[in-house]
C-alpha cells in the first residue's frame, strides 16, 4: 500500500493560482495511476485529472483542460496539480488518489486515498 499526503491548499481570488502536491510514502507513484479529485460540499466526490503509470498519458474533465496541468516527479515520489486561471466553482476539498491499474475516472476504482486538502477560490 501507499500512504498519500496532500499540501498546498489555501484561499485564492478567482483568476489565481495554486500548486498542490500529493507526497507518497510506501510504494513509488510511478507504481500507480495517480489522479486528484475534489468533493464541494453537498456534492459527490468528482475526478479532475489523472497520470498514467507510465507517465505519457494524462487524463482531464472537460472543465479543467487549458487550467489544471498533473505532474509527477518520481525522485521526489510525489505527484503536483498545478491550477492556474481557479474559478468560483473550483472550490471543493482535493484529494490524491492511487490505482494499481490504468488510469479510471471513478473514484470507486482507486485504492488508496489522502486526506485531503481544501481549495478555497473567492470570487
Known amino acids: 500500500q501507499v500512504q498519500l499526503v496532500e499540501s498546498g491548499g489555501g484561499l485564492v481570488q478567482a483568476g489565481g493560482s495554486l500548486r498542490l502536491s500529493c507526497a507518497a510514502s510506501?510504494?513509488?507513484?510511478?507504481?500507480?495511476?495517480m489522479a486528484w479529485f475534489r468533493q464541494a460540499p453537498g456534492k459527490e466526490r468528482e475526478f479532475v485529472i489523472a497520470?498514467?503509470?507510465?507517465?505519457?498519458?494524462?487524463y482531464y474533465r472537460d472543465s479543467v483542460k487549458g487550467r489544471f496541468t498533473i505532474s509527477r516527479a518520481n525522485a521526489k515520489n510525489t505527484v503536483y496539480l498545478q491550477m492556474n486561471r481557479l474559478k468560483f466553482e473550483d472550490t471543493a476539498v482535493y484529494y490524491c488518489?492511487?490505482?494499481?491499474?490504468?488510469?479510471?475516472?471513478?473514484?470507486?476504482?482507486?485504492?488508496?486515498w489522502g486526506q485531503g486538502t481544501q481549495v478555497t477560490v473567492s470570487s
Open positions: 488518489a492511487a490505482l494499481s491499474w490504468t488510469f479510471s475516472r471513478s473514484a470507486d476504482e482507486y485504492e488508496n
Open positions: 510506501g510504494r513509488t507513484v510511478s507504481s500507480y495511476a
Open positions: 497520470i498514467s503509470m507510465n507517465g505519457k498519458s494524462t
